[in-house]
């Protein structure tokens, strides 16, 4: 967030804050994990909630993980454990109002392109790990 925008009193005039915070392939290999992105957040979070005096709310409006073989990519089951274990935190944080994971059905079938394998099912609608497990996590809260 731009300091400038700070000190001219920005914070008096938003009702909330939208973070898109993938991490999968930043050069912090402690942001690419689920402690490292949330410790994030939340510094983000404390820092705002100091200057503004007040309880904004945050909403990550765009979160995901690939499982592409490449940079950045992860394993079916690193997506999973991934996946579950952010929502877990979040839910664990009343500053954060929302969580939308993308994407829900891979966008294709190219396995080298990692915008085709960032869903919760494949392009041919059969759930990866991650959904099975997501289900499986949300029926027993």
């Known amino acids: 967030m731009d300091n400038g925008f700070i000190k001219k009193g920005m914070l008096e005039y938003i009702d909330g804050i939208s973070l898109h915070p993938y991490s999968y392939a930043n050069s912090s290999e402690s942001l690419r994990t689920v402690k490292g992105n949330i410790d994030a ?3 983000f979070h404390d820092r705002i909630k100091l200057i503004s005096g007040k309880e904004i709310p945050f909403y990550i409006t ?10 950045g990519g992860v ?4 997506q999973s454990d991934f996946i579950n274990e952010y929502s877990r935190e ?20 190219n396995i080298l392109n990692k915008e085709d394998n960032f869903g919760f099912f494949y392009e041919n609608l059969s759930p990866k790990p991650v959904m099975q497990d997501f289900k499986k996590n949300l029926i027993s809260k």
């Open 41 to 43: 957040i939340d510094s």
């Open 62 to 71: 765009e979160m995901g993980v690939p499982t592409h073989y490449g940079h």
């Open 75 to 78: 394993s079916l089951d690193e």
């Open 90 to 109: 979040v839910i664990n944080r009343k500053y954060i109002k929302g969580l939308w994971w993308y994407d829900l059905i891979n966008d294709g079938g």
